[in-house]
Nanobody
Framework: QVQLVESGGGSVQSGGSLRLSCAAS????????LGWFRQLPGKEREGVAT???????AYADSVKGRFTISQDNAKNTVYLQMTTLKPEDTAMYYC????????????????WGQGTQVTVSS
């Protein structure tokens, strides 16, 4: 079973950039779909981006052109590069994994990290 640990969150002004990292431990990292999700208190967890083991990516419409997901199989790490950040990007960001096809819906994922907070001020 894969375990996930996120890092890289923080506070930034509108228009700024951050890069989130998700380090995976455990076996068969390359067999998983990996995704980034975000959640505000009292709201449902929202899919942000996914990447599968062949490098195919998918993004929520709200982040297309601003966020980029990538992975380094040698380091067992998936990244989320976030640029042109907006106050509405403020949320707790989670890394997640599932075996098989990627989906942007969080209900498909059964392996989660603890989350990292991103705060964007105007």
């Amino acid at each position: 079973q894969v375990q996930l640990v996120e890092s890289g969150g923080g506070s930034v002004q509108s228009g700024g950039s951050l890069r989130l990292s998700c380090a995976a431990s455990g076996h068969a990292f390359g067999a998983y779909c990996l995704g980034w999700f975000r959640q505000l208190p009292g709201k449902e967890r929202e899919g942000v981006a996914t990447i599968d083991n062949t490098g195919n990516t998918a993004y929520a419409d709200s982040v297309k052109g601003r966020f980029t997901i990538s992975q380094d199989n040698a380091k067992n790490t998936v990244y989320l590069q976030m640029t042109t950040l907006k106050p509405e990007d403020t949320a707790m960001y989670y890394c997640a994994a599932r075996s098989g096809t990627c989906y942007l819906a969080s209900s498909w994922y059964n392996i989660w990290g603890q989350g990292t907070q991103v705060t964007v001020s105007s």
